[in-house]
């Protein structure tokens, strides 16, 4: 496995989660970092990203102010910390990686899309009363 998402489950209306992304058999220091969700009968959307060039990041608007996208080079993960959760933020969340030279800043002006070459397996968010 070369990307691991965790952190999911289950939440009430205003809670918290904060979601990880564990990289493995590469150095994420190299690459921007994105998280992605699915919703039942919806498409995957972007929502949120960080670029590793200039630490730069982009959020979705349903999540601005809610939603924190970090990493940590060190331990080789990369974050979403998660507040204020919603019932419409229920999905299951990916995470993936892609390295761009010599900057991705791109990937944050396209609203993190991108060609990814590693994609973590999914996360499940759960959002309920």
């Known amino acids: 496995v070369q990307l691991q998402a965790s952190g999911g489950g289950l939440v009430h209306p205003g809670g918290s989660l904060r979601l990880s992304c564990a990289a493995s058999?590469?150095?994420?220091?190299?690459?921007?970092i994105a998280w992605f969700r699915q919703a039942p009968g919806k498409e995957r959307e972007g929502v949120s990203c960080?670029?590793?060039?200039?630490?730069?990041?982009y959020y979705t608007d349903s999540v601005k102010g809610r939603f924190t996208i970090s990493r940590d080079n060190a331990k080789n993960t990369g974050y979403l910390q998660m507040n204020r959760l919603k019932p419409e933020d229920t999905a299951v969340y990916y995470c993936?990686?892609?390295?761009?030279?010599?900057?991705?800043?791109?990937?944050?002006?396209?609203?993190?899309?991108?060609?990814?070459?590693?994609w973590g397996q999914g996360t499940l968010v759960t959002v309920s009363s």
């Open positions: 960080i670029s590793r060039s200039d630490g730069s990041t």
């Open positions: 058999e590469f150095t994420m220091d190299w690459y921007a």
């Open positions: 993936a990686a892609v390295m761009i030279l010599p900057s991705d800043r791109k990937v944050v002006a396209n609203h993190c899309g991108s060609q990814y070459d590693y």
